[in-house]
């Protein structure tokens, strides 16, 4: 167990998102495809059906005007502004060295001079230019007979601005698909990866000490074979833990009787110290301090191998009263106050959490350098239990190793390596958490943090 900040770095991005992203990008991809295309193959399809509508237009006009050059030139100015054509569209006619319009605000300047050209000389022209009024369609027909150049105009803004208008169109279809691209891939990785979760949520807590979880693929038949080997994986863990549960109690019961003889023993021998020489004074000195060591090791391995078969005894507790064991253990007074300890509540056994306690002042008296304070913290919703000792403090790399079976901060012969794997077992059937951190006057600080809502613990499996 650890504290419950700096645990490293969390992916960057779940399934669920990527799958999300992922439906987003595709519908965003099909819009810009759509929004491309029709900006290259609509806008040429539309200026060349206009093309083929303005040529028989032109052509049609120039007739008429040719007529009314030959017949009755007077009639030439109204007779161009007669002529029934789009509104964004004019004419001009080049006769004699003058142009005639049927736009005032037309002028002939404003075509290129090769279009002016083209009148003037009577060669036929179409072609497409960019006038003051936007980009226009000029067509140039010759009219021979009259000696004349006619040249209508055909304004092209109107499919411009359709063109822009249907884009925008598609780019606001474009945002709508994408966002609803994001809630169709959410809703499908939900539902594709709702067991991906589930065995997420199961090894978490086979991960936290729950061996009864099991998965079910549910209708998934590919997550079928994954499920049962998992089911089949915890079950085999399970027995294997139970089967070094009973062999670790097995064997302890089996030594506490030849133990409690050898106790005894060197107990008689130390009583008769001064009968013995001072070589012999060494020897059993040494001895009782190894025995005594076995002796906790032994109590150590049968209290934590047998603390899942002891039935719990829940109660609401006050940890102020809990932690007033630790002034016994330090054969001091070593515990402290916050001025809101006495109203710290949680529900659990007594007898549990005032082992965690006795074990965690045991620790920091032999390793620790002695404790300095235990001191009780209420929270919001929870309640801490804190003890600080005078020692160097635990490597970063070391503080979740303490609390395993067997796990020591260094690698010295002293300690059983159980005492703080029995805290982090009795804590977990709390539901809370346990760690180790920096002292800040030096030193290591112990952190048991316990859910104050009495349902908590209750939740948890405690075999």
Known sequence: MSAPRGRGSLPAMNLHRQVALMFAGVALAVTAVLGVSTALLLYPVMVEQRERTT???????????????????????????GLDRPIASYSLVYV???WYT?????????LPAGVRASAVAGRQLVVRVSLPTGPSLVNVRPLPAAGAGYVEVFGLSDITQTTRTLI??????????????IALGRWAATAALRPVTALTRAAAAVASGDLDTRVSP?????????????NRTVAALRRRVERDARFAANVSHELRTPL??????????????????????????????????????VTDLLEISTAPDRAFVFEPLSLAEVVQVADTVA????????????????????????????????????????????????????????????????????????????????????????????????????AGRVWVEDRPKGGARFVVELPTDPGAAHALPQA
């Open 55 to 81: 040529e028989r237009q032109a052509a049609i006009h120039a007739r008429i005007i040719e007529q009314v050059v030959l017949a009755a030139p007077d009639q030439l100015a109204d007779t161009l502004r």
């Open 331 to 430: 054969g001091r007074p070593v515990v402290g106050t916050t001025g809101t300890g006495d109203g710290a509540i949680v529900t659990g056994d007594r007898t549990r959490l005032e082992r965690v306690v006795v074990n965690l002042v045991d620790n920091a008296q032999r390793h620790g350098g002695g404790v300095v304070a235990v001191t009780v913290e209420p929270g919001r919703d929870t309640v801490r239990i804190v003890v600080d000792d005078a020692g160097p403090g635990v490597p970063a790399n070391l503080r979740e190793q303490i609390f395993e079976r067997f796990g020591r901060a260094s690698g010295g012969s002293a300690g059983t390596g159980l005492g703080l794997a029995l805290v982090a077992e009795e804590v977990r059937r709390h």
């Open 168 to 181: 925008l169109v598609l780019v606001a279809a474009g945002t709508v698909t994408t966002g609803l691209g």
């Open 260 to 297: 409690m003889t050898i106790v005894n023993a060197v107990e008689i021998l130390d009583a008769r110290r001064a009968t013995l020489t001072p070589a012999d004074r060494e020897v059993v000195g040494l001895l009782r301090a190894e025995v005594r060591r076995f002796q906790r090791t």
């Open 96 to 98: 004699d060295g003058r």
């Open 218 to 230: 549910g209708r998934a038949a590919d997550l079928r074979m994954i499920a049962d080997a998992f």
């Open 102 to 110: 049927s736009n005032v605000t037309a002028d002939p300047l404003d």
